[in-house]
Every structure is written in structure tokens, then in C-alpha cells.
């Protein structure tokens, strides 16, 4: 059953994604005949063996890949639907996590953390795109994960710094952001995991709500509500006041370098109310987003807006950074409001470029989220040179 119901969402999308589903199904078909055949065995050789193999957690995510572009670009609601409510997501995500690890044995970029006066920033490249975070009081040493989907990856990270980890942060369930969740909590038995109880994220132990603070050491970690691209996208504000410093936005998949997240659980609406509440923060706070997306954001906004000086010296920035695989975050929300058409709504320049047509303006609200609403339109169809 599980077949014909795949075959019918990606009927019309390509032999790949055909041959791909048909290459799982095969696979967990196996697997499940091998399991078998060990039951089997065990039940005749010891009583006491007849344990059953764990289940797969029910919040199965499906984030398909491709050469570090948008992870679900293509995706229509059929297809989010099918791998976002089946065990087959999961699997993706396992499949595409030795992949990475293959292809990327040290990261697909190479990063730096940033210090400040007794906290560190740690970003770690995971998979093929993503970004995990390890936030550190130096002095107490203790550590906070943020989005820790390959645990491989973010352990080696904790035993070079030599820390304990006692929080994890998840801004939101899909996998490539909460894949490491089960592996890291079961290692640091007294690690707490932190996330929306509305998104149903694996293994949460402390659900939170808009404007909770986590507080680990000298850190204050403050939860802020960001619906859109999941229904209980949170994103993590690391409050500077603490240790004399900029403030640092972990913002997951609601905001990247010059772009945003699609809205898979939300309206235009909803996504940008998540977008003004990141626009209320200081012009110095570091944007830390959850994937590497600079150079292809950068590309679109060009379309958008070529005459964008920001933009353009950005770009070129990002350029230079990206041909020696650099990272390229973080970026300040300064920045970001100069370039960032996702975040220039309210400009008249960009609300002339876009605009479907002429006519006086309506409601400013309903105005921008229609903007919003084409931009991301355009963003999707968009492909880089």
C-alpha cells in the first residue's frame, strides 16, 4: 500500500525521485525480511532474546537534496504531506546523511567560530547545506546545541572543545534540523531538549512558548515564535547584555542570508508577522541561519533588485568566500535589512519591482504580504547561473 501511495505522489516528477522512493521501499523491504528471518532465529536458540527492534519515532520528515539548494524546492503539498507524515522520511534523511558524511568527511564549508568575552560560537557544516550550532560558556563549559541533525558531527565538535552539552535547541521537527536529537540525548543523559510542542519534534523533553528563556551558565537564550514554514518554527536569541557583545539570531529555516524559508504550514500572513518580529531586533544582532544559501539568495535578489549596491558588494563577497569554501555567515541584521528582499517589503523601490500591477496601494499589511507572497513565488521558480 505504502508503494502505491508514493508512486502516485511523485507520479509526474521525474524517473529520479522514482528510481530514489523505489530504491527505499526496496530497501526497508529487505531490512524488514532480515529482521525477520532474526527474530526467527533468536526464538529458537534463546527465550530471552526475543527482543523487538525499536520503532521508528513517528515524526518522519522527508528532506530531499539537491547539490545544496533548497532542500524541498520542488516539493508540492502532496509530496511534503507523504514524507512528512511516513517512516520513508526518515529513511531519506539516514540515506542522506551517509551521503554527506562520504562526500563531505570534514564539512561541506569551512567555518570559524566567533568569541566574545567568555561565550562561544561554533558553527559546525552538516549534510550537505545545513549549519548546527554549538553555543559555549567558556568558564563553565557548558554547551547548548542548536539544529544538531548529524550527532557524529556535533559530538566531535563537543569532545574537541571539550564541554558538556546540556541543552539541545530545535527550531523546528523536519529532520535535516532534528535528526541528531535521539542519538545526543541518549549519550548526555542529562541533556534537555528544547522545541515548539506544536511541531512535533522527536524526543522533546521541555516544550517552549514565545519569549521563554533558556538559561545555561551565563547564557540567555530567548524563544521566539516564528510560524510559517513549520506551524511551531521557533528561532533562538542569544542575548549579548551577558557578555558585553552582539546579540546572536539562531534562525533556523525562517530567515537565511538574503532569503527565507517557504511557508509549508503557514500563509503569507503568518510568514511575514514571523519576518517583522526578526525585523524589531538590533541593527548588530549576528544572524546564524540554519543553511548555506548566501550565493543563490544573493543571485535572486539581483533579479529583483539589480541596482542594489548592498547587494552587489555583498555578492561579491560571498563569492570570493564560496570559491575557497568558506562559510558565510554569520551576517548582521543590519546587513540583512539593506539586501534581504524577504525583509524589504516596506521599500517602495521593491514594492515597485514586484508589484503585479499598477493602481493605488491597499492595506499596508495586506500590501506587503502579497508582495511577500509573489517574492517567494519568483524565489521558488528561481535558478542560479
Not at 532474526?38 to 515524526?59: F, G, I, V
Not at 547548548?144 to 571539550?162: L, Y
Request: glycine content about 8%; some cysteine.
Amino acid at each position: 500500500m505504502a508503494a502505491v501511495v508514493a508512486a502516485t505522489a511523485l507520479k509526474g516528477r521525474g524517473a529520479r525521485n522514482a528510481r530514489v522512493l523505489r530504491g527505499i521501499l526496496a530497501g526497508a523491504t529487505a531490512n524488514k525480511a532480515a529482521q525477520s528471518r532474526t527474530r526467527a532465529l533468536q526464538s529458537h536458540s534463546s527465550p530471552e532474546c526475543k527482543e523487538e527492534p525499536e520503532p521508528l519515532p513517528p515524526e518522519l520528515e522527508y528532506i530531499p537534496r539537491k547539490k545544496a539548494k533548497n532542500p524541498m524546492k520542488a516539493v508540492g503539498v502532496a509530496w511534503y504531506s507523504l514524507y512528512t507524515r511516513t517512516w520513508l522520511g526518515y529513511l531519506f534523511y539516514r540515506q542522506q546523511l551517509r551521503r554527506a558524511r562520504s562526500r563531505y568527511p570534514k564539512g561541506h564549508s569551512r567555518t570559524q567560530p566567533r568569541l566574545f568575552n567568555g561565550v562561544k560560537v561554533l558553527p559546525i557544516p552538516v549534510l550537505s547545506d545545513n549549519y548546527s550550532y554549538l553555543i559555549i560558556d567558556t568558564q563553565a563549559r557548558l554547551a547548548v546545541a542548536v539544529d544538531p541533525s548529524d550527532p557524529q558531527a556535533v559530538q566531535a565538535s563537543i569532545e574537541k572543545e571539550g564541554v558538556t552539552l546540556v541543552a539541545i535547541l530545535c527550531t523546528h521537527k523536519h529532520w535535516d534540523h532534528s535528526g541528531g536529537n535521539r542519538d545526543l540525548s541518549r549519550r548526555h543523559q542529562d541533556c534537555r531538549v528544547y522545541g515548539s510542542p506544536q511541531d512535533g519534534i522527536p524526543y522533546l523533553t521541555h516544550p517552549l512558548c514565545h519569549q521563554d528563556v533558556v538559561s545555561v551558565g551565563r547564557l540567555q537564550i530567548r524563544a521566539l515564535a516564528t510560524p510559517g514554514h513549520t506551524q511551531g518554527h521557533l528561532v533562538y536569541l542569544l542575548d549579548g547584555e551577558p557578555y558585553k557583545g552582539p546579540s546572536c539570531l539562531f534562525s533556523g529555516d525562517l530567515l537565511f542570508l538574503s532569503g527565507c524559508g517557504r511557508t509549508f504550514e503557514g500563509t503569507a500572513e503568518t510568514m511575514l508577522s514571523s519576518l517583522d518580529t526578526v525585523l524589531g531586533l538590533e541593527d548588530d544582532t549576528l544572524l546564524w541561519p540554519g543553511h548555506e544559501y548566501a550565493e543563490e539568495n544573493l543571485g535572486f535578489a539581483g533579479v529583483v533588485e539589480p541596482e542594489n549596491l548592498a547587494r552587489e558588494r555583498k555578492m561579491q563577497w560571498v563569492q570570493r568566500q564560496r570559491m575557497e569554501r568558506k562559510s558565510t555567515c554569520p551576517s548582521t541584521l543590519g546587513e540583512e535589512r539593506s539586501y534581504n528582499p524577504f525583509l524589504r517589503t516596506h521599500c517602495p523601490e521593491l514594492q515597485e519591482a514586484v508589484r503585479p500591477g499598477p493602481g493605488p496601494a491597499e492595506d499596508a499589511g495586506c500590501s506587503r504580504a502579497e508582495l511577500l507572497e509573489k517574492l517567494r513565488r519568483l524565489k521558488d521558480l528561481h535558478k542560479s547561473k
